[in-house]
């Protein structure tokens, strides 16, 4: 069993992790990381090569709601109470998010014409839960107050690892416009999910008893993909688990499944004068259709249930298995292995930005005129905004980025940014380059570094890769 944890925590090292949200990279020239969420970026080298395994390494975690130190601050509250405040003010739009992901290979080059053409193949792994509120009030405080009721649709969480292999490019039309394409290639190595469940589960005053428990217009399905095999062959999670065919069946599942699917990324850079640009991306828009190791459960129906009028016969009467199989009727469970569609959490971004500074400086100009020189990169200004679909549970976010180059091989980003998870978000990169070799580093929410307790998020990335 330690080896399989061990294997789990490497993959999860070789992940990666990172915010959805990235204000630093999205439209960022000179960079092919930004290449994913901004399609439209330009690439100004003839040839990137992205160094393996390293060309794009981030980690972060974010959560709405609350902070640890809420929880668990050393003040004079006890637990209990803490715990009970957090929860009153917790709603089921707060959650955990999760996502990790590395670039494996990466590489880019620019024609004659000026047209851009990538690739890549990166590994990603994402997860978010929100919270069921409902479901938290109703363990904390019981049936005592009728207004504790269970809503099923508070219910919304997904677990996925994937592969994304993909080509695209970047192309001008003109001199006010340029667009760019990826075209995604999925493979998933595991589902578990569960979203769009509805009903209710309360109590009323009762006829025959105080109370009437009733299930109203339940309506719940979890699929998952990778999962069965590892419990019910594997015997993962009890002492007869078989450690070697984990292990096996674990990195076969890392190393591809048969599990596809499609997708796109796309996005613009309108010109809008000399100083003013307009962009927009849109990216992972797609799908994956999941048939390897499928297991799906749905439980749909409504049920009353008053108690049990204990009668003492001759022959005892089994009223648990009674009640059991009345319920099976009234809420039926249906199992199956068919595959199923699961469509990405696309992201959408736009910007409108201000462009400053001479690309070309008046010491250029005056140098041999025989000697080509490439243009010093403008400085920018602008305002960001940025969409995310959960399952239909919003990720919004929005700021201002600002971007200097204090010198030719020095670029300076800064992020005031607000969304979802971090209500204040003040976010620091610097990317600079020594002959063809370039590195860069983001840090997001600096100001949490200062107490970690306090804050509901960090992220932190950096990487390398070659330009001639």
């Given at each position: 069993?330690?080896?399989?944890?061990?294997?789990?925590?490497?993959?999860?090292?070789?992940?990666?992790?990172?915010?959805?949200?990235?204000?630093?990279?999205?439209?960022?020239?000179?960079?092919?990381?930004?290449?994913?969420?901004?399609?439209?970026?330009?690439?100004?080298?003839?040839l990137?090569?992205?160094?393996?395994?390293?060309?794009?390494?981030?980690?972060?975690?974010?959560?709405?709601?609350?902070?640890?130190?809420?929880?668990?601050?050393?003040?004079?509250?006890?637990?209990?109470d803490?715990?009970?405040?957090?929860?009153?003010?917790?709603?089921?739009?707060?959650?955990?998010?999760?996502?990790t992901?590395?670039?494996?290979?990466?590489?880019?080059?620019?024609?004659?014409?000026?047209?851009?053409?990538?690739?890549?193949?990166?590994?990603?792994?994402?997860?978010?839960?929100?919270?069921?509120?409902?479901?938290?009030?109703?363990?904390?405080?019981?049936n005592?107050?009728?207004?504790?009721?269970?809503?099923?649709?508070?219910?919304?969480?997904?677990?996925?690892?994937?592969?994304?292999?993909y080509?695209?490019?970047?192309?001008?039309?003109?001199?006010?416009?340029?667009?760019?394409?990826?075209?995604?290639?999925?493979?998933?190595?595991?589902?578990?999910?569960?979203?769009?469940?509805?009903?209710?589960?309360?109590?009323?005053?009762?006829?025959?008893?105080?109370?009437?428990?009733?299930f109203?217009?339940?309506?719940?399905?979890?699929?998952?993909?990778?999962?069965?095999?590892?419990?019910?062959?594997?015997?993962?999670?009890?002492?007869?688990?078989?450690?070697?065919?984990?292990?096996?069946?674990?990195?076969?599942?890392?190393?591809?499944?048969?599990?596809?699917?499609?997708?796109?990324?796309?996005?613009?850079?309108?010109?809008?004068?000399?100083?003013?640009?307009?962009?927009g991306?849109?990216?992972?828009?797609?799908?994956?259709?999941?048939?390897?190791?499928?297991?799906?459960?749905?439980?749909h129906?409504?049920?009353?249930?008053?108690?049990?009028?204990?009668?003492?016969?001759?022959?005892?009467?089994?009223?648990?298995?009674?009640?059991?199989?009345?319920?099976?009727?009234?809420?039926?469970?249906?199992?199956?292995?068919?595959?199923?569609?699961?469509?990405?959490?696309?992201?959408?971004?736009?910007?409108?930005?201000?462009?400053?500074?001479?690309?070309?400086?008046?010491?250029?100009?005056?140098?041999?005129?025989?000697?080509?020189?490439?243009?010093?990169?403008?400085?920018?200004?602008?305002?960001?905004?940025?969409?995310?679909?959960?399952?239909?549970?919003?990720?919004?976010?929005?700021?201002?980025?600002?971007?200097?180059?204090?010198?030719?091989?020095?670029?300076?980003?800064?992020?005031?940014?607000?969304?979802?998870?971090?209500?204040?978000?003040?976010?620091?990169?610097?990317?600079?380059?020594?002959?063809?070799?370039?590195?860069?580093?983001?840090?997001?929410?600096?100001?949490?570094?200062?107490?970690?307790?306090?804050?509901?998020?960090?992220?932190?990335?950096?990487?390398?890769?070659?330009a001639?």
């Amino acid at each position: 069993m330690k080896k399989i944890f061990l294997i789990l925590f490497l993959l999860g090292i070789g992940f990666a992790s990172r915010a959805q949200f990235e204000p630093l990279t999205y439209d960022r020239e000179n960079n092919p990381a930004a290449v994913k969420i901004s399609p439209q970026v330009s690439l100004n080298k003839s040839l990137y090569i992205g160094f393996p395994a390293l060309s794009n390494f981030q980690i972060g975690l974010q959560n709405s709601g609350f902070t640890a130190y809420d929880l668990l601050g050393t003040d004079n509250g006890n637990f209990n109470d803490k715990w009970q405040g957090v929860l009153d003010n917790l709603h089921s739009d707060n959650g955990f998010f999760f996502h990790t992901g590395n670039e494996w290979l990466q590489g880019a080059w620019k024609n004659l014409e000026g047209t851009v053409y990538r690739f890549g193949f990166r590994t990603d792994f994402q997860a978010w839960f929100f919270h069921p509120v409902s479901l938290y009030r109703f363990v904390a405080y019981g049936n005592q107050n009728p207004k504790n009721v269970i809503d099923i649709s508070e219910l919304n969480f997904n677990a996925e690892a994937y592969h994304t292999l993909y080509f695209g490019f970047t192309k001008r039309k003109g001199n006010f416009f340029k667009y760019g394409i990826n075209f995604n290639l999925y493979n998933g190595a595991g589902n578990f999910s569960s979203y769009g469940n509805h009903g209710k589960i309360y109590y009323t005053r009762g006829r025959n008893n105080y109370y009437t428990h009733r299930f109203d217009n339940v309506n719940l399905l979890m699929h998952s993909s990778g999962i069965s095999n590892l419990i019910e062959q594997d015997k993962i999670g009890t002492k007869d688990v078989n450690e070697d065919k984990v292990e096996r069946d674990l990195i076969n599942k890392f190393f591809g499944t048969g599990n596809w699917g499609l997708g796109l990324d796309a996005g613009f850079d309108k010109s809008l004068n000399d100083r003013w640009h307009w962009t927009g991306a849109i990216s992972d828009l797609g799908f994956i259709y999941y048939r390897s190791d499928v297991f799906s459960v749905r439980a749909h129906g409504s049920y009353a249930y008053e108690g049990v009028h204990v009668i003492f016969p001759d022959t005892p009467k089994d009223y648990w298995r009674e009640i059991r199989e009345d319920f099976r009727q009234s809420v039926a469970s249906d199992t199956t292995r068919n595959g199923y569609i699961k469509w990405r959490p696309f992201k959408v971004y736009t910007s409108l930005k201000f462009t400053y500074g001479d690309r070309l400086t008046d010491r250029d100009m005056v140098r041999c005129l025989d000697e080509i020189r490439q243009p010093k990169p403008a400085s920018s200004f602008g305002f960001l905004g940025f969409f995310q679909n959960l399952q239909g549970k919003p990720y919004i976010g929005g700021g201002i980025v600002w971007s200097s180059y204090p010198f030719r091989w020095l670029n300076l980003r800064l992020a005031f940014t607000s969304d979802n998870y971090l209500k204040t978000n003040i976010s620091a990169s610097l990317q600079w380059h020594i002959l063809g070799w370039y590195w860069y580093i983001n840090a997001g929410n600096i100001l949490g570094y200062t107490d970690l307790a306090f804050t509901n998020g960090q992220t932190l990335q950096f990487g390398t890769f070659f330009a001639f």
